[in-house]
């Protein structure tokens, strides 16, 4: 009897994880057989600037040490903040011989089988992956170089999640962290307050930094 992962994850403290339980789970015993017994649900309400995902890690602690057969997720955005992070998980568990389900894009990876649609298919998102990459890395320079043309650079402050070093705009420690809370914001998934709470600041720095979206590759 198979052993099955139901992953269940949401960005904030007030979304619901039901209808991704529900539907993981029905997905784990109807088409995978698995008894409602051997389905195990790890799940994580994640934030932008918590990125450590105890059940994720957990999940994949398990898959591991041979615990699971299988992992079932409603759709690639709850597994992966991004195409890349797909790839390296749907790699690790391959490593585990850990099938993955992907139910809202119809993605089925088994270990040892070769699917030329499937692989196909997975290749390319690894290809948008690395592009998507690179554009955003380009689009923070383009904003960084545009940001340094204007006055204001000269004499204010460094924007959120960056500092001047010796006349050039870097990157600050907490850059990414500033730039996973503001894509939640730019999509709405979380408020100006939200924002400003987690990263410690103002809301009229929130407002600012969107208004600057270009220069954190959003």
């Not at 585990?96 to 649609?117: A, F, K, W």
Request: glycine residues 6%.
């Amino acid at each position: 009897m198979s052993t099955v992962a139901c992953y269940c994850r949401v960005s904030t403290e007030d979304q619901s994880l039901e209808r991704q339980v529900t539907q993981t789970a029905e997905y784990a015993q109807s088409t995978i057989g698995a008894d409602l017994a051997n389905v195990h649900r790890y799940q994580d309400k994640s934030t932008g600037t918590n990125v450590e995902r105890s059940g994720y890690q957990e999940m994949m602690a398990d898959a591991e040490a041979g615990h699971l057969d299988a992992v079932v997720v409603l759709s690639i955005s709850r597994i992966c903040r991004s195409i890349s992070d797909l790839e390296r998980t749907a790699s690790r568990l391959e490593d585990y011989g850990v099938e993955l389900h992907i139910l809202n894009e119809g993605l089925t990876l088994r270990p040892g089988e070769s699917d030329p649609y499937q692989t196909a298919l997975f290749q390319l998102l690894g290809v948008f992956a690395e592009l998507e990459a690179n554009m955003a890395q380009q689009r923070t320079k383009d904003g960084i170089a545009a940001r340094q043309q204007r006055d204001d650079y000269h004499h204010g402050p460094a924007p959120l999640g960056f500092e001047k070093d010796n006349g050039e705009l870097i990157e600050a420690d907490n850059y990414h962290d500033v730039v996973s809370v503001l894509e939640l914001k730019i999509k709405d998934e979380i408020g100006t307050r939200e924002a400003a709470r987690r990263l410690d600041c103002g809301t009229a720095t929130i407002n600012r930094a969107v208004e600057r979206a270009e220069l954190y590759g959003l």
